[in-house]
Each structure stands twice: as C-alpha cells, then as structure tokens.
C-alpha cells in the first residue's frame, strides 16, 4: 500500500469505529441530553471536586509570583510569620502576585494569612482554601483596566470574606465553589482611595450558611452581573445575592442602601439564581 492510502485507510477504520459507537447509544435510546441526565457525562459548568493535596509546603515568607507559578497540587499554610491564623487587618499574605501573573493548582491551608494578593491583572486558576483567614484573596490594582479573573476552584470557612475589591477595575468569578462565608465579593466600602469597581459571577456553586454573595458601592458607580448561580440549602432564601452599599473613604462603617436586582448596580434576574 503505498504512502498515500495509508491515511485514507486509517480514517474509515476511524469512521467505523465512530459509527459503531453511534450506532451503539442509538440502540440503547441514549441521546446526549439522556447521558447527561444520567450522569454518564457531566453536565457543562459542573464544579469540579474538592482536591486532595498532594504534599504539604509550610510557608514561612511571602511568596512573590511573577509570570506562572504551579504549585501542583500541594498544600500551602503559613507558618513563623506567616502562622498566626487571626482576622487582624493587614496580615502579609502568602502569594504575592505582580502584574499579569498566575497562580494555579494551589490548596492552600490553615493558617492562611491574608491569602493571595494581586498588586495587578492576575489569574487565579483551580486555586482552594479550605480554611480562609483574613480574605482569600485581595485585589488591589491602581489601574481601572486591570482585570482579575478566578476560575474554577472553591473556598470554605470564610467568617468574613472570600474576595476583598480594593483596588480598580473588574473581578470575574468563574466555576467556583462556596461554603460557610459571611461574603464572595465586597467591593471595599470604607477604603481610603475608592473606584468605581466592575464584578461578574458565574457558574458558582454556594451552598449554605452564608450572608451575601456580592456587595457593591452604589454612589462609586460599581456593578455586579450575576449568571447561573446555584444556591444549596437555603430553603428560606436567606443568602442575599447582592447588597448595595453606600462606601466612603473615610474608614466608616458603610450604610446599606437596599439589595436585589435594580438593573444598574446588581444585574440579575430571578431566573439567573437557582435554589437547590
């Protein structure tokens, strides 16, 4: 057989080999939709798992990342310094991101100081906390193009909240999963130097007890778009998907405006949460 017909001969082994498959489900009566509802495939957007660790890595200084840093799997907790574990403002955290960088496959443990910092644009991929301290992780570029983006992932035990916006531009939340947290997204509401502040969550799986999901500062002009969130256990329907504050630069306590959807500040609709 010369050089020629070898491939062609290969692609109708690979065309039998499809049909046969196809030809297989049709048999049985599965169609795409009757595997996903089945669980033989897993439906698009689907949280992923919670991760085992793989190895421990105690953390003793903060670890400065620029460019792309892996961290395979293993799990990070602070330690000396690092170590105390408390809520007390201004905690070092444990990574330290410079403008651009990424941070991915990270568990990071208890204690877990103030978690990540993004000094710019930086990308959070299959980051975990099992334990948030302070924050899970602080955003806190000058630049109102900057863009912080979170995907996949999850964190739980946050007695405040996951993700504090002080700095500018837009935080999107992708894929994560939430547990046990007073907040997902406060854009900071008494911050010395304020910005108007862009949030997008979707495709995020919360489940119960928790306060709110987004809280937003109305007279800076920020925005929270909502899409596919599924809430678990709330039954009563106590988590509050978006606040809307009224922030200062001052240090104040901010006063709370309203919450729910207004088709400026908090843009979503009914349909866009679903309690399970």
Same mark, same amino acid.
């Given at each position: 057989?010369?050089?020629?017909?070898? =491939?062609?001969?290969?692609?109708?082994?690979?065309?039998?080999?499809?049909?046969?498959?196809?030809?297989? @489900? *049709?048999?049985?009566?599965? #169609?795409?939709?009757?595997?996903?509802?089945?669980?033989?495939?897993?439906?698009? /957007?689907?949280?992923?798992?919670? =991760?085992?660790?793989?190895?421990?890595?105690?953390?003793?200084? #903060?670890?400065?990342?620029?460019?792309?840093?892996?961290?395979?799997?293993?799990?990070?907790?602070?330690?000396?310094?690092?170590?105390?574990?408390?809520?007390?403002?201004?905690?070092?955290?444990?990574?330290?991101?410079?403008?651009?960088? +990424?941070?991915?496959? &990270?568990?990071?443990?208890? =204690?877990?100081?103030?978690?990540?910092?993004?000094?710019?644009?930086?990308?959070?991929?299959?980051?975990?906390?099992?334990? $948030?301290?302070?924050?899970? *992780?602080?955003?806190?570029?000058?630049?109102?193009?900057? $863009?912080?983006? $979170?995907?996949?992932?999850?964190?739980?035990?946050?007695?405040?909240?996951?993700?504090?916006?002080?700095? *500018?531009?837009?935080? $999107?939340?992708?894929?994560? !999963? @939430?547990?046990?947290? /007073?907040?997902?997204?406060?854009?900071?509401?008494?911050?010395?130097?304020?910005?108007?502040?862009?949030?997008? &969550?979707?495709?995020?799986? %919360?489940? +119960?007890?928790?306060? !709110?999901?987004?809280?937003?500062?109305?007279?800076?002009?920020?925005?929270? #778009? @909502?899409?596919?969130?599924?809430?678990?256990?709330?039954?009563?329907?106590?988590?509050?998907?978006? &606040?809307?504050?009224?922030?200062?630069?001052?240090?104040?306590?901010? =006063? %709370?405006?309203?919450?729910?959807?207004?088709? #400026?500040?908090?843009?979503?609709?009914?349909?866009?949460?679903?309690?399970?």
């Amino acid at each position: 057989m010369s050089t020629e017909t070898q =491939p062609r001969a290969r692609h109708r082994r690979r065309l039998t080999r499809r049909r046969t498959v196809v030809g297989g @489900l *049709a048999a049985l009566g599965l #169609t795409g939709a009757a595997l996903v509802g089945s669980g033989m495939l897993a439906p698009a /957007g689907a949280a992923s798992a919670w =991760p085992a660790p793989k190895g421990e890595k105690p953390v003793t200084k #903060t670890i400065e990342v620029s460019g792309t840093y892996d961290g395979r799997l293993q799990r990070f907790r602070g330690s000396g310094a690092l170590g105390d574990g408390g809520q007390d403002e201004n905690q070092a955290p444990l990574f330290k991101l410079k403008d651009g960088a +990424v941070l991915k496959n &990270v568990v990071i443990g208890s =204690p877990a100081a103030d978690g990540v910092h993004c000094m710019g644009s930086c990308t959070l991929q299959n980051v975990w906390w099992e334990d $948030v301290g302070e924050d899970a *992780a602080s955003f806190k570029s000058t630049s109102a193009s900057a $863009v912080y983006t $979170v995907t996949g992932g999850g964190a739980r035990k946050a007695s405040d909240k996951v993700f504090q916006f002080n700095g *500018a531009g837009k935080l $999107v939340v992708t894929g994560f !999963q @939430l547990s046990d947290f /007073g907040k997902l997204v406060r854009s900071c509401g008494n911050c010395s130097k304020q910005y108007k502040r862009t949030i997008v &969550v979707q495709d995020v799986d %919360v489940t +119960v007890p928790g306060k !709110q999901l987004i809280g937003v500062n109305a007279n800076y002009g920020d925005t929270a #778009t @909502l899409r596919d969130i599924r809430i678990h256990g709330d039954a009563k329907r106590k988590i509050k998907p978006c &606040v809307r504050y009224e922030g200062n630069n001052k240090g104040k306590e901010p =006063p %709370v405006l309203g919450s729910g959807p207004d088709g #400026t500040h908090c843009r979503y609709t009914e349909s866009d949460i679903t309690y399970k």
